[in-house]
């Protein structure tokens, strides 16, 4: 069974920074590119960044780059997702995603609120 779990999430002021990890399990983390997603408040799910499955080809949405930094550990199985320069709009429950044997597996969830 794929298991992903999200960790790392808080409340942070405007310019602050988190790390944000997934832990995987339940398949061959390796073969597979992964994806972070975000849902704000009333919003529907957006896309934030993939990285293929070496971690050599990464891309982020817009509004993104230049400020989060996606990257991957496979030999501990988790993927990571570093927030530099965090806005008031970043703010949002953030998934790891993962299309493995044509469905697609995401975890929980783990909360960013950036406020003053």
């Known amino acids: 069974e794929v298991q992903l779990t999200e960790s790392g999430g808080g409340l942070v002021q405007p310019g602050g920074s988190l790390r944000l990890s997934c832990a995987a399990s339940g398949f061959a983390f390796s073969n597979y590119g992964m994806q972070w997603v975000r849902q704000a408040p009333g919003k529907g799910l957006e896309w934030v960044s993939t990285?293929?499955?070496?971690?050599?080809?990464?891309s982020y949405t817009d509004s993104v780059k230049g400020r989060f930094t996606i990257s991957r550990d496979n030999a501990k199985n988790t993927l990571y997702l570093q927030l530099n320069s965090l806005k008031t709009e970043d703010t949002a429950m953030y998934y790891c995603?993962?299309?493995?044997?044509?469905?697609?597996?995401r975890g929980q969830g783990t909360q960013v609120t950036v406020s003053s």
């Open positions: 995603q993962g299309v493995v044997n044509r469905m697609t597996s």
């Open positions: 990285i293929n499955n070496d971690g050599a080809y990464v």
